[in-house]
């Protein structure tokens, strides 16, 4: 960070409202330094929210404390970070009712999608803190979700609750899907398009849009929480669509498809180009997909666009009519 000199000083103004570090000439001889928000060119407020008055003649030499770029995969403890995606991913893809369960979310919808109705354990591991025994907790799960004409299913975030994820592999849950979360920084997307496609950012979901992938069932959870919808044409036909929601300095990218005969031919690229902009002018600096670990397609053009592993997850399911 540039260290700016005593002859500099007047510049100090135009660091208002900005976190600063100034050191001053000390009455007597030496120095002194302070640190905090810079209120006027000779008054800061330091942590303690104690106003700080300093004469301009006194500064020896001053510097704008510049705040640690916000990296996806950097900061908090991984076990964090992987909770504090999970709860954006269910926010950005809301079930139409959630029972809280201690600190277990059970997600309730219409059944098409196993994010908005399974179990999502989000407190601390290695099991997540449910507010009973284990074994009274897991049946729980599949009483509530039973009662509502549902499959029993848990969202299993690994490693962090590799031990609840081996309980229920132990009791007879089976994996339903495995996939990777993958991150990267958003940075600033090339959104050339060329090959006589174009792009379409929308505001909601176009009748249009859904069809693609028959995702009219999903119309009702897509559209409760706000999100970019892209869609890339060839002429007047769409061959691509995705969505993207952000939230904070996030965005979480979903419903990614494109045409079995369009695919090989660099679409893919595009949309997610398309989308991760449209993600950066509502905010976000970083961008979050799950990707089924089966889809070793989409997993290679995701590893091709500089997007990396964060963590793991499984769906398990109880299907089985024996306890």
């Known amino acids: ?11 100090l103004i135009a660091a208002v409202g900005k976190r600063v570090t100034i050191r001053l000439h000390a009455p007597g001889g030496g120095y002194r330094d302070i640190v905090g928000s810079l209120q006027n060119e000779h008054q800061i407020i330091n942590s303690k929210s104690e106003i700080i008055s300093f004469s301009p003649d006194q500064i020896a030499i001053w510097r704008e404390i510049k705040p640690l770029p916000d990296l996806a995969g950097k900061g908090a403890p991984l076990s964090q970070r992987i909770i504090d995606l999970e709860k954006i991913s269910d926010a950005t893809w809301p079930a139409e009712s959630a029972i ?17 109705n399974s179990a999502l354990p989000l407190g601390a591991a290695p099991i997540g803190e449910p507010p ?18 549902l499959t029993p299913t848990f969202t299993m975030p690994l490693p962090i609750y ?37 792009v379409e ?45 952000t939230s904070g300095t996030w965005s979480l990218a979903t419903r990614l498809f494109v045409a079995p005969d369009h695919r090989g ?9 398309h989308l991760m902009a449209a993600a950066s002018g509502d905010g976000a600096t970083k961008i979050g997909l799950q990707v089924d670990i089966e889809n070793g397609a989409a997993l290679a053009l995701y590893q091709s666009m500089n997007f990396r592993s964060h963590h793991k997850y499984v769906y398990r399911v109880w299907d089985t009519q024996e306890e």
């Open 201 to 245: 950012i929308l505001d909601h979901p176009s009748a249009q849009w859904l069809e693609v992938q028959s995702d009219q069932p999903l119309d009702k959870i897509m559209r409760r929480y706000p999100a970019r919808y892209g869609a890339v044409k060839s002429g007047s036909q769409i061959i691509a669509v995705g969505r993207i929601a």
């Open 132 to 149: 009973a025994p284990l074994s009274d907790a897991v049946q729980y799960v599949i009483d509530t979700y039973r009662a509502n004409n």
């Open 162 to 198: 590799e031990e609840l994820d081996n309980y229920l592999a132990a009791a007879g849950w089976r994996i339903k899907v495995g996939a990777d979360f993958l991150i990267r920084d958003i940075g600033e997307p090339e959104v050339a398009i060329g090959n006589g496609l174009t």
């Open 265 to 273: 031919r660099g679409v893919a690229k595009i949309l997610m180009n």
């Open 100 to 116: 809280e369960y201690g600190k277990w979310r059970l997600r309730i919808s219409d059944g098409f999608t196993m994010r908005a």
């Open 1 to 11: 960070m540039t260290e700016v000199a005593p002859k500099s000083a007047p510049q």
